[in-house]
């Protein structure tokens, strides 16, 4: 039985079967992955090079600059995207 408490845990793992290639399956796993899935959450703003490296670089650093240890919120305009990993 899944046991949604152990899975967020990393004690437990949803197993679905299905087939990219004849579209069997994808919708469930897809719907349950999202309802299932944890959400991304802020994070603080690391600075990690004081100088750009390119013109382009740093115009986009410019436009929508935050502060090192800032949160950054997944809605923030100038995101791009969170890493994270699911087991």
Same mark, same amino acid.
């Given at each position: 039985?899944?046991?949604?408490?152990?899975?967020?845990?990393?004690?437990?793992?949803?197993?679905?079967?299905?087939?990219?290639?004849?579209?069997?399956?994808?919708?469930?796993?897809?719907?349950?992955?999202?309802?299932?899935?944890?959400? +991304?959450?802020?994070?603080?703003?690391?600075?990690?090079?004081?100088? +750009?490296?390119?013109?382009?670089?740093?115009?986009?650093?410019?436009?929508?600059?935050?502060?090192?240890?800032?949160?950054?919120? +997944?809605?923030?305009?100038?995101?791009?995207?969170?890493?994270?990993?699911?087991?």
């Amino acid at each position: 039985e899944l046991d949604m408490d152990r899975v967020i845990a990393s004690e437990q793992s949803p197993l679905f079967f299905g087939s990219a290639m004849t579209n069997f399956g994808v919708q469930l796993f897809l719907d349950k992955f999202c309802e299932m899935g944890v959400k +991304p959450v802020g994070r603080k703003a690391v600075k990690k090079d004081d100088k +750009p490296k390119s013109k382009k670089a740093a115009a986009t650093a410019e436009e929508g600059e935050v502060d090192e240890g800032e949160l950054v919120a +997944p809605e923030f305009g100038e995101f791009s995207g969170f890493i994270f990993k699911t087991q």
